[in-house]
């Protein structure tokens, strides 16, 4: 069974502090990798996912994640967060090439402050 | 294009009622998954439905069904309602090529309150 680990459960930052969240994730084979943000009253949308090729994926508005094999992570960063960066984020795991469920982590909240 | 559409947004039941949730994919999406988010956790899977059969069940009891239509909708039910079925519920709808998986769209969900 997969399962995923998200350990910063609340994380608060200055406007233009980096971030970066972690994501570990357990399972046996080969993975496709996401990350998912929740903006207060919005639906989940997708940041930024990992199917194969390099590690080092961007994604929409200044994020990128590094995908590292032997560490079963995929954490998730920004050099410079902004105030519009508050939200809930979620890393999440499915079983690659195939059609399977998403499994997420338990979500971390980010507060940006002024 | 139209997203990932979900009816209603929001409902309130008593226990022991029975529920409808719908979701509408996106256009050319045939596989549809329902997730249950209870405040403060992540989306749990409930049920994966592709080309109208049942693909995957999560840990879910009896109470909850589903099913596809065959213009790829999607029905979520639940039965004997229980305060712990309140939650968003959220559905999502995805692109899927043989047996690659190209990603998940989710709609904004059905904030169902039992009580």
């Known amino acids: 069974a997969q399962s995923v680990s998200q350990h910063n459960h609340h994380v608060i930052l200055s406007e233009a502090a980096s971030l970066e969240l972690g994501c570990n994730y357990s399972?046996?084979?080969?993975?496709?990798l996401f990350w998912y943000v929740q903006y207060p009253g919005q639906h989940l949308q997708l940041l930024l996912k990992?199917?194969?090729?390099?590690?080092l994926v961007k994604g929409i508005k200044g994020f990128e994640a590094e995908f590292i094999k032997s560490k079963f992570s995929f954490n998730l960063r920004k050099p410079s967060v902004q105030w519009s960066d508050t939200a809930e984020y979620f890393c999440?795991?499915?079983?690659?090439?195939?059609?399977?469920?998403?499994?997420f982590g338990t979500g971390t909240r980010l507060q940006v402050t002024l | 294009d139209a997203g990932v559409t979900q009816s209603p947004t929001h409902l309130i039941k008593t226990r022991g009622q029975h529920v409808t949730l719908r979701c509408s994919p996106i256009s050319g999406h045939k596989s549809v998954s329902w997730y249950q988010q209870v405040l403060g956790q992540g989306p749990q899977f409930i049920f994966q439905y592709y080309e109208k059969e049942e693909r995957g069940r999560g840990n879910f009891p009896d109470r909850f069904s589903a099913r596809q239509f065959p213009n790829y909708s999607s029905e979520l039910n639940v039965n004997a309602l229980l305060l712990g079925d309140s939650a968003l519920y959220l559905c999502?709808?995805?692109?899927?090529?043989?047996?690659?998986?190209?990603?998940?769209?989710f709609g904004s969900g059905t904030r169902l309150t039992v009580v």
């Open positions: 399972y046996g084979g080969t993975v496709n």
């Open positions: 990992y199917f194969s090729g390099d590690p």
């Open positions: 999502a709808s995805s692109l899927v090529v043989g047996t690659a998986n190209y990603g998940y769209t």
């Open positions: 999440a795991v499915n079983e690659a090439g195939t059609a399977s469920k998403l499994t």
